[in-house]
């Protein structure tokens, strides 16, 4: 089986709701603790295995672009400066992978995202990772995936068993256990009406998809929401081979909405020993603990 090697990030979204911090910021660029969000996520698909980074850009997001790339001036003046420490730090930011971008000419859609990648992806299997949701976990959340598809073939999915109330926020599967924490999937929902989802099990953002994917997008209406569903996509390549869904080991931080970027902050900082005490310090401040 084809080793997973190419990871694709779709970032074509405004970010509306980080406005007015978006406004010229690309959101993906927005700080998480010590690097910006897309990092996280490129870290992680580094640390499974991929060497092939395809990152999918719309309007206004030149500054991912330039994160990605060498900085031959910022880093002279940094050598010249006695900063060698961060000069180090800014020249193995675009050596962690082969970087591509591939052009979103409107935000269509996730799986639209994902089709404006296929020519980069050249018929390889590959990770989707959303940079809205960060993964902590011992074993990158893209490497647990990888693992059930190099165990089953076809696909794998992430999910999280979520409330009643929140399935109408995600896509939902039905999906069968085979074993403990994996399900092969029989349908997906995109952000099915109360009380009509097919199970708690919500798609996370992360997935490891056969090159078989593109086929089905080629051909994709759009579905809810006036836009291209990749639910869909992947309903339809069902038909040809299976998708599995894996219960994932680790936590999810969701950095999609302003609450829950903050929240991460914190998280973090709590646990960074060189955040930690700067943290507390406020929380102590401001009579919080």
Known sequence: ????????????????????????????????????????????????????????????????????????????????????????????????????????PQPLGLGHAVLCAERLCKERPFALLLPDDVMLADKPVTAQLEAVRQKY????????????????????????????GVYKIKSLVEKPKAGTAPSNFAVMGRYVLSPAIFRYLRSLQPGAGGEYQLTDAINAMLAEEPAYGVIYEGKRLDCGITEGWLKANLQLALHDTGMREAALEVLKEENII
Request: with cysteine; charged share 25%; proline share 5%.
């Open 153 to 180: 073939g076809g696909s794998a999915i992430a999910l999280q068993k979520v409330s009643d109330e929140d399935t109408q926020r995600y896509g939902v599967v039905d999906a069968e256990e085979i074993e403990p």
């Open 1 to 104: 089986m084809d080793k997973l090697e190419v990871a694709i990030f779709p970032v074509g979204g405004v970010g509306t709701r980080f406005l007015p911090a978006t406004k010229n910021m690309p959101k993906e660029m927005m700080p998480l603790l010590n690097r910006p969000l897309i990092q996280w996520g490129v870290e992680e698909a580094v640390n499974s295995g991929c060497t092939n980074v395809i990152i999918v850009t719309g309007e206004g997001k030149e500054a991912i672009k330039a994160h990605f790339s060498r900085s031959f001036e910022l880093e002279a003046f940094l050598t010249a400066h006695g900063k060698e420490k961060y000069r180090e730090i800014v020249s193995s930011i675009p050596a962690l992978a082969r970087f591509s971008f591939a052009k979103q």
